[in-house]
């Protein structure tokens, strides 16, 4: 019996050898992904792409702005996109200046921190469709209530909490609940 067990066992070697070749090597990618997220600090970017996109909290907003822009973990494409992202969500606001002279202290090219402007002349709040963090889209007590709920419920997966404005849109047309106002070519 033994010496049919290590007969099998000989015969498949070469097969056992190669799945312990795959499995090596998916280790040391996962290993590597898992070393290049900490030291990029995407999880603590991916969080603050997911506040921006979902909360409206000035305040704290710029805050952790300016921190994650004088950080040396955060890379210089990531510091581009939250200045981006601030950009958008806050426009009206006033502190933009600030912030593109942080990106270019956090080593952000000029000719990056420039596409600040050439993105709010193209998508900034003037130019974009409704929906986009809620403007538009909803009455008042919907929104304090969908902001209620969170709060207290909390967010499942602070890395998903965004939705997307076209998902809004299906769910309303779905409901029969999308304004002539705007989308007058859908109703």
Not at 88 to 115: F, I, K, Q
């Amino acid at each position: 019996n033994s010496i049919e067990d290590m007969q099998s066992f000989m015969e498949k070697f070469p097969e056992l050898r190669s799945q312990s070749h795959h499995v090596s090597k998916h280790v040391a990618i996962m290993g590597e992904l898992a070393r290049l997220v900490d030291v990029c600090a995407l999880m603590d970017v991916s969080q603050f792409e997911q506040e921006l996109a979902c909360a409206d909290d000035h305040t704290n907003h710029f805050r952790e702005l300016l921190d994650k822009l004088a950080s040396r973990e955060v890379k210089i494409p990531d510091k581009l996109r939250l200045g981006l992202l601030f950009a958008l969500r806050y426009e009206t606001c006033g502190n933009l200046n600030r912030v593109r002279a942080e990106m270019r202290n956090g080593g952000v090219p000029e000719e990056s921190v420039d596409l600040m402007d050439t993105m709010l002349r193209y998508a900034g709040r003037s130019e974009r469709g409704p929906g986009l963090y809620g403007v538009g889209t909803k009455d008042i007590m919907s929104k304090m209530t969908k902001s209620f709920m969170t709060n207290v419920q909390g967010v499942s997966n602070v890395y998903s909490q965004h939705v997307p404005v076209l998902m809004d849109t299906i769910q309303a047309i779905a409901k029969g609940k999308l304004k002539n106002a705007t989308h007058p070519y859908i109703v």
